[in-house]
């Protein structure tokens, strides 16, 4: 049977979590991909990077977007949680401190759900290279909803 998920069920799946899939809207046209995130519950906000390109443009444009984050462990055992909100860019040294939150804050969920250290940020997220400066973003989360399935 499929049920929603109570707001608690969904906030503890974002914080043990840190690959989602990102939505946006490119050209008209919808497009899905995988992304690493850190969800910061005391701003209510959705915190990652990436370089320059086609997602960064999209989101410019469209600053609607989603983030879906699954648990699945067979086709009746799952659950899923939706993030829809707006799309803001950092700048300067709000943009470097909220980067190094992400960095922390997913070190912390590595380690407690999968019992491995990481050292780098490059261990668990696209690389950044030398001469690109990553771009940091917040979604601003409008609303929450989550579904699971247990049979």
Known sequence: MIKNLVNKESLFILN??????????????????????????????????????????AMRKH???SLEVAEIKSVNHWQSVLVEGAYE??????AKAKLHEFSLGVKDVILNTEQ??????NEFSAKIY?????IVFIIRIAEITGKKRRF
């Open 16 to 57: 043990h979590n840190y690959i989602g899939h990102l939505g946006y809207i490119y050209h008209d046209r919808p497009y899905v991909v995988p992304i690493t995130y850190y969800f910061d519950e005391k701003e209510g906000v959705i915190v990652g990077y990436s370089g320059e390109g086609h997602k960064i443009n």
């Open 63 to 65: 600053n609607f977007v």
């Open 89 to 94: 860019e950092l700048e300067g040294s709000f």
């Open 116 to 121: 491995r250290d990481v050292d780098y940020i």
């Open 130 to 134: 030398k001469d690109d400066v990553p």
